[in-house]
């Protein structure tokens, strides 16, 4: 019994000195884990971000446990987050959503990838995270309301990057209502205000553009006015020097009719009688019974005057 005995008693102390190192090894992880992080939150605390980012990561290195190396992985990204390092950060969010699904920091990185995600302008893939937030997040504490108002917030920003003002106002407005005590009311205030200013803005652009679009149409109108009046002007200019000319041979035939010995053509008065019993009226038709030489000449007038008055207004 005493060599049983003894034997015993030295496997036990065998056991122990093998285990020993082990012991030795798993207590100095966990304080180099618990050194690190705590070193890393007073970092992060005091804004040196990528200096808080090396320790945090760091302690991961050190973690004995999944939840110790989740929670520090989450303080990684965060910090990451925090010196717009959105590469590295999406990275890590893969890594951890990967490694620890089920992690309680898992739900959290949804809200931050979806931030990031807006950042970078995708603003529908950003919306569709925000409310797959919402969806995890209950409603029955200060700090959850906190958060479902943030989500709410930022997916009226989404809604206000992508134009759709109208939609937008409602999440501001919903923030507002029901979530008077969050952070995100007075800067919810500030949005709904914007998109007040920003639909008076586009009434008035709109207004603009109409306006201008109808002042090319009217000046396309008086362009148009005085092409026309200049062409019948012309036509004008055209028949009074003709009837000019059949006034001279008029006169001409007088003083022949005065000397017997010049003699005139039947048909220069042909011509003559013609002139006696037309006019051209608005149109440029020929009527008869007016004197033909004074009515155009102050037809011409009128219509050279009219010429001058829109050429006036449309420099105006």
Same mark, same amino acid.
């Given at each position: ?5 003894k034997?015993?008693i ?10 020993l190192?082990?012991?030795l ?33 760091r ?18 990204? /965060?910090?990451? %987050? ?7 950060? =999406? @990275?890590?969010?893969? !890594?951890?959503? &990967?490694?620890?699904?089920?992690s ?20 529908q ?41 109208n939609?937008?106002e ?26 007040k ?6 009434e /008035?652009l709109? %207004?603009?553009?109409l306006?201008?679009?109808?002042? =090319? @149409?009217?000046?396309? !109108?008086?362009? &148009? ?10 036509m ?36 003559y ?9 608005n ?12 009515d ?21």
């Amino acid at each position: 019994m005493g060599m049983m005995q003894k034997r015993s008693i030295f496997l036990i102390i065998l056991i122990g000195l093998i285990l020993l190192p082990s012991g030795l090894s798993d207590a100095q992880d966990s304080s180099q884990f618990t050194r690190r992080f705590q070193n890393g939150a007073q970092l992060y605390e005091l804004g040196r971000w990528q200096e808080a980012a090396m320790e945090f990561r760091r302690a991961q290195e050190n973690a004995r446990t999944l939840n110790d190396w989740s929670q520090s992985l989450y303080w990684v990204i /965060l910090s990451e %987050l925090a010196t717009s390092d959105y590469g590295s950060a =999406l @990275r890590d969010m893969d !890594d951890l959503e &990967r490694h620890a699904p089920n992690s309680s920091y898992t739900r959290d990185m949804v809200y931050h990838r979806a931030r990031v995600y807006f950042i970078q302008g995708f603003y529908q893939d950003s919306l569709f995270l925000f409310n797959r937030f919402i969806q995890s997040v209950p409603d029955n504490d200060r700090v959850s309301a906190d958060r479902r108002a943030a989500a709410y917030f930022w997916i009226g920003e989404c809604l206000f990057e992508m134009v759709q003002y109208n939609e937008a106002e409602k999440f501001f407005s919903w923030v507002i209502a029901r979530y008077p005590q969050s952070p995100k009311v007075e800067v919810s205030s500030y949005r709904i205000d914007l998109i007040k200013h920003k639909k008076i803005e586009a009434e /008035l652009l709109a %207004l603009l553009q109409l306006t201008h679009e109808e002042s =090319l @149409r009217t000046s396309e !109108d008086y362009q &148009r006015t005085i092409r026309t009046y200049q062409n019948i002007l012309h036509m004008y200019q055209a028949r009074i020097a003709e009837l000019t000319n059949l006034n001279e041979n008029h006169h001409i035939a007088e003083e022949e009719q005065t000397f017997p010995e010049n003699t005139v053509s039947s048909q220069t008065h042909t011509q003559y009688d013609l002139t006696e019993e037309v006019f051209i009226n608005n149109t440029g038709n020929f009527v008869p019974g007016q004197n033909l030489n004074d009515d155009l000449l102050e037809r011409a007038k009128r219509l050279e005057s009219q010429i001058i008055q829109l050429q006036r207004l449309l420099g105006d």
